[in-house]
């Protein structure tokens, strides 16, 4: 509960400090640039072992998370439902210790920004693709006391 909590003020400040600088002035008052936010932050459970992607030039490390919504239907009956999220580490540091210490079933806290892409498959046909363009990965500690 308290990790919650933390977890949840945290993300709640991380937009509040957005917000308060989301325009920029010159010295005339007038508005030069827009300021956006594309941020995510996603608490779950690793669903496989990193994997080294890319090339010499641009590695990349990739690997699944899972998230999930647990509902309640009129019956009475609870339904969890899985998302899994693809996230893709490309810092050089981030990204070595993600690859060397992130395992399987690891509990971890992602912030980072979403990314659209597209792939072509071996037929040419284009594919649209999602991804978490991690800047920061928490690990959680699992064992138990």
């Known amino acids: 509960m308290f990790l919650n909590k933390v977890i949840t003020r945290t993300c709640q400040q991380m937009c509040r400090l957005t ?3 989301s325009m920029s002035e010159d010295s005339a008052g007038i508005t030069k640039i827009e300021k956006t936010m594309n941020q995510v932050c996603l ?3 690793v669903g496989g072992d990193p994997q080294k992607r890319g ?3 641009h590695p990349v490390v990739v690997f699944s998370l899972a998230t999930h919504t647990n509902y309640k239907y009129d019956g009475g009956d ?3 439902r899985t998302d899994w999220h693809r996230i893709c580490v490309f810092k050089p540091y981030l990204r070595d210790t993600v690859y060397t210490h992130l ?3 690891q509990r971890i806290l992602v912030n ?5 892409g597209e792939i072509k498959d071996e037929n040419g046909n284009a594919k649209s693709t999602t991804a978490v363009i991690a800047d920061d990965v928490i690990f959680f500690n699992t064992q138990k006391m």
């Open 78 to 80: 609870y339904v969890q």
């Open 43 to 45: 608490l779950g459970r």
């Open 112 to 116: 980072g920004r979403l990314s659209y």
């Open 19 to 21: 917000m308060a600088r």
């Open 103 to 105: 395992k399987k079933g």
């Open 55 to 57: 090339s010499e030039e």
